[in-house]
């Protein structure tokens, strides 16, 4: 995920459980590693980030997205009820529309599963910043 400004990288790193921001270059370089967010107990995978510099994230193994603040303070969860979330992005034309793909697999048999879902939930902040 990158930011608004174009200035922090921000990547999940599922089975270390956190965020790791980098600020990006003028030449497109990574520098000033660290910690956004250690998330124990999650599995973060896909993530976006919203208006307040929040990011949400696909927690692939606890069954729920959660929106979590630098720092590591989750702001709000989500259920996904049955099953994991892999994804999630901010859209729709406010960008108020949280998208969270989903599927009851993990590990490598994740891709034979077929009761793949695309939840749709609205937010009350706007998504920011890439993808």
């Known amino acids: 995920m990158i930011s608004a400004d174009w200035k922090t990288l921000v990547v999940a790193e599922t089975f270390a459980a956190r965020l790791t ?3 990006i270059e003028a030449d497109g370089s990574l520098a000033n590693r660290r910690v956004f967010a250690q998330l124990e107990g ?3 995978d896909g993530i976006c980030l ?8 696909a927690d692939a193994g606890g ?7 630098e720092g590591g303070r989750v702001k709000q969860t989500i259920s996904t009820g049955n099953l994991n979330a ?8 406010d960008r108020r529309t949280l998208f969270i793909c ?3 697999g993990s590990g490598p048999d994740v891709a034979q ?3 793949g879902q695309i939840c749709i939930v609205r937010v009350d902040v706007p998504g920011a910043g890439l993808p």
């Open 50 to 57: 919203d208006s307040e510099g929040a990011i949400w994230v």
């Open 63 to 69: 069954r729920r997205v959660v929106r979590v603040a």
């Open 42 to 44: 999650c599995y973060p």
């Open 86 to 93: 892999y994804a999630c992005m901010l859209g729709g034309s």
């Open 21 to 23: 921001a980098f600020d």
């Open 113 to 115: 599963k077929t009761d």
């Open 102 to 104: 989903t599927c009851s």
